[in-house]
């Protein structure tokens, strides 16, 4: 077993890390800075800036400049080349990079470890693509006088904010796809989390990255995020965060009608129905929300089951759940890592809380954990509600924790009108060995991402995104490139 605790010690000491603006390692124009502490025991990894809207448009003129500069003149194979080298620094930092993810927010290294296929995918799917930007060249009602054809640009400066639940994915997923199409990137990682997207900037600064391409703004959502989707020189914000934020984005863009692609909150429905492999779904059921914590947007925390197996499959699920293990993150055997912040923990207890205050019963779980291995972490016991109803709170919000309602459900279109019955659409779970009852639920269910007898799924070529209230636009993907593409018509008279 390896000793993550020395490397621990080798990668954070406390010490100050900049931020990136133009291609230069500097602090906040203000000198102000945050602590960035480990949730699972509370100690000082580092400091970092609290940049405010004067380095955010410092760093949007540094992309500005770069994006009508040497960048424009990269060709797409030397984008693809960039991108390439990207990945291969990556995956020869990969473990460096994982530690730095667990220690900052938490995640168990078994799993920040395990993201690596996706992470180095997304890099080299977007490699790939960055040659195959094209445009075409369209008959019209004027044949062999006016020859029309399309071209495919970048749309110029993207501000791309992003959550602390999956710093290594969510900086990658935002980046690469830009990269490929010829933007430049502003990034503002959550103020929870900077310091792994930091140390992905110098890794892409060492592999080539040109000055002004990509610039991280560390610092708060009010301010520094603010300032970032209200700036009038970004042409396009991509955000993923609560729907909330989301709202107040897409209200701050409207000033200059900036573009703006939303990846936000869930309440998703996994439903099991009779029929189902119930040893293969438990497991699955479980995880759809206790990985990471129950920190996941698509957390399928609304679990319904059939009511001829109901009973039976939630107390296996509560078993299950009984039986992962809580603690550090830096820690192999850990299955459930804290809890980001005080704040966010005091959330979910509220939740907790109310569950019983509403009429649900536990199942398992039910409190925050305790005992001297997790002193001065944050974190909460997997939990499993019984006797939950449609119209429970803890059946209706988001928790962003690891707690499932199960839900009996009677008939197929019951579930499905139950199941839809939520502002949010992002992701949907079904476990049936019935052909058809998999197919019918799978187009019924208003949702951007449906898996069956399977969840969590995310791979880069496949797009991943939400409808109605969990927003809007995709990410992964060729669908992807077309959120930093604009189509430009040219016309040519040849008479
Ligand atoms: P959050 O909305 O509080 O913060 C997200 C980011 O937005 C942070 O960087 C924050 O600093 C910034 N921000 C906050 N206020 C802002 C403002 N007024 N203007 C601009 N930026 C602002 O979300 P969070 O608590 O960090 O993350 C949890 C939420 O993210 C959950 O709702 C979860 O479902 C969602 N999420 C969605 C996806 C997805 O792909 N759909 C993925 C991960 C997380």
Redesign the pocket.
């Known amino acids: 077993m390896k000793d993550w605790n020395a490397l621990a010690s080798a990668l954070y000491d406390g010490s100050f890390r900049p931020m990136f603006i133009n291609g230069k390692w500097c602090p906040a124009q203000s000198g102000a800075e945050m602590d960035a502490r480990n949730p699972a025991n509370g100690s000082l990894l580092a400091t970092v800036p609290e940049g405010g809207a004067a380095d955010i448009d410092a760093a949007v003129k540094s992309a500005r400049a770069a994006f009508e500069g040497p960048w424009a003149k990269f060709t797409p194979f030397e984008r693809q080349a960039l991108l390439l080298r990207i990945a291969d620094k990556f995956e020869a930092e990969w473990e460096r990079l994982c530690l730095s993810d667990t220690l900052d927010m938490g995640m168990p290294i078994q799993r920040t470890l395990a993201n690596s296929r996706r992470v180095l995918g997304m890099l080299r799917f977007y490699a790939g693509q960055a040659v195959m930007i094209h445009g075409q060249t369209i008959p019209n009602s004027f044949p062999g006088e006016i020859y029309s054809s399309t071209v495919r640009e970048p749309v110029g400066v993207v501000g791309a ?6 710093p290594i994915a ?1 900086s990658v997923w935002k980046i690469a796809p830009a990269l490929a199409t010829g933007c430049t990137v502003v990034l ?6 900077s310091l792994t997207v930091l140390m992905i900037a110098r890794l892409m600064q060492e592999a080539g990255l040109p000055d002004g391409v990509l610039n991280v703004v560390t ?4 301010d ?7 700036h009038p020189d970004v042409d396009k914000i991509v ?8 709202q ?2 897409a209200r ?1 863009a409207t000033g200059t009608l900036k573009r703006v692609s ?5 309440k998703s429905p996994v439903i099991v129905c009779k029929d189902a492999d119930i040893d293969k779904a438990v497991p699955v059921a479980a995880m759809s929300v206790f990985a990471n914590s129950g ?5 399928g925390s609304r679990l319904f089951a059939a009511r001829e197996i109901h009973d039976e499959f939630t107390r296996r699920v509560a078993e299950f759940a009984a039986g992962l293990k809580i603690g550090q993150g830096i820690d192999e055997g850990t299955d459930i890592g804290p809890i ?1 912040s005080a704040r ?1 923990a005091e959330r979910i207890a509220g939740f907790l809380s109310d569950g019983p205050a509403e009429g649900a019963t536990v199942l398992t779980g039910g409190q925050r954990a305790e005992g001297a291995a997790l002193e001065g972490g944050h974190f909460i016991q997997p939990t499993v509600f019984g006797g939950v109803t449609d119209d429970m709170r803890i059946a209706r919000e ?1 928790i ?1 924790g690891p707690v499932i309602s199960a839900l009996p459900f009677d008939d197929l279109d019951e579930v499905v009108a139950r199941a839809n019955d939520t502002p949010y659409g ?1 992701a949907a779970g079904v476990f049936s060995t019935n052909l058809g009852t998999a197919h019918k639920l799978a187009h019924r269910l208003k949702a ?1 991402s449906v898996w069956v007898n399977m969840y969590h799924a995310i791979d880069p070529a496949v797009p ?3 409808v109605k209230m ?2 809007y636009g995709r ?1 992964g993907g060729t669908e992807h490139l077309e959120e930093y593409l604009d189509t430009k018509a040219i016309w040519i008279n040849a008479d």
Do not use: M, Y
């Open positions: 904010i992003i959550p602390w639940n999956a969510g503002k990682p959550s103020e929870e989390a610092g708060l959502g009010a520094a995020g603010a300032a970032l989707a209200a955000f993923t965060g609560s729907t909330a934020t989301g107040a984005i701050a939303l990846e936000l909150g869930g920190q996941i947007c698509i957390a980001i966010q988001e962003f992002l951007g991943f995104g939400g969990s927003g990410e």
